[in-house]
């Protein structure tokens, strides 16, 4: 089967719940109203799972390492240096060898995406599926 995903436009605080509607497919309202995370909050791995979960889709029970050949759309969690203050994590929305970015409305090819941002790091995975 191959997936395809359609980019959003997603405000800031609402950005996992637009990173998760790419994913699925699903209207930006309908993953919001089924989300159970503050806005602007910061979010869990199992609280994304439980969001897939709660919409109707599978996703991996956890984060798993990244495969850029991955046949299913995912969360793809990478990890950046924080100014003065170590190291954080974030996610962005990953199909078919593009990255998706919904509060910023853009795409970019992953090997562009990596060239561009040199101090990032993609670590893991969590795919998603029908």
């Not at 995370?37 to 109707?56: N, Q």
């Not at 974030?90 to 509060?103: F, G, H, I, S, T």
Request: charged share 25%; proline share 7%.
């Amino acid at each position: 089967m191959v997936y395809e995903v359609e980019l959003i436009k997603a405000p800031q605080e609402r950005e996992v719940e637009g990173l998760i509607a790419v994913l699925t497919g699903l209207p930006l309202c309908e993953v919001i109203a089924a989300s159970k995370v503050k806005p602007g909050a910061g979010w869990y791995g199992r609280e994304m799972r439980d969001l897939v979960h709660s919409l109707g889709f599978n996703c991996s029970p956890r984060f798993l390492p990244f495969d850029p050949n991955t046949p299913y759309p995912a969360l793809m969690r990478y990890v950046f240096k924080k100014e003065n203050r170590g190291t954080g994590w974030d996610v962005l929305a990953y199909n078919d060898r593009k990255v998706y970015l919904p509060v910023q409305e853009w795409v970019m090819e992953l090997e562009n995406f990596k060239t561009c941002n040199r101090n990032l790091k993609i670590t893991s995975m969590m795919q998603v599926w029908i």
